[in-house]
Nanobody
């Protein structure tokens, strides 16, 4: 199973970035997907999750109203649209797959992880 994340970069505060993650080697359409992030010196934290159908989504309070998670089962991809970015959003962002389709905010739920993509927001 491979998850390939892309789309990170450097952006000024208030700007936007869109992350993508493509999965192979697992039935994507029945997997719940999540985005997590890890800032230097901090633990990895939940950002957003989406159910296998795509109708149910959940967000960390810190990103609610600014970030949107979505998926395209035909492309085996999950996306994270990030708007109104803040310096505190700076982190390495990871996509993750839960083949049981639960999609919770707990790291332990997820079986497979991507390599991470760096997002840096300058003030």
């Amino acid at each position: 199973v491979q998850l390939q994340a892309s789309g990170g970069g450097l952006v000024q505060a208030g700007g936007s970035l869109s992350l993508s993650c493509t999965m192979s080697g697992l039935t994507f359409s029945s997997s719940a997907m999540g985005w997590f992030r890890q800032a230097p010196g901090k633990e990895r934290e939940f950002v957003a999750a989406i159910g296998w159908i795509g109708r149910s989504t959940s967000y960390a309070d810190s990103v609610k109203g600014r970030f949107t998670i979505s998926r395209d089962n035909a492309k085996k991809s999950v996306y994270l649209q990030m708007n109104s970015l803040k310096p505190e959003d700076t982190a390495v962002y990871y996509c993750a797959a839960d083949h049981r389709g639960r999609g919770t905010n707990s790291l332990d739920t997820y079986d497979y992880w991507g390599q991470g993509t760096q997002v840096t927001v300058s003030s």
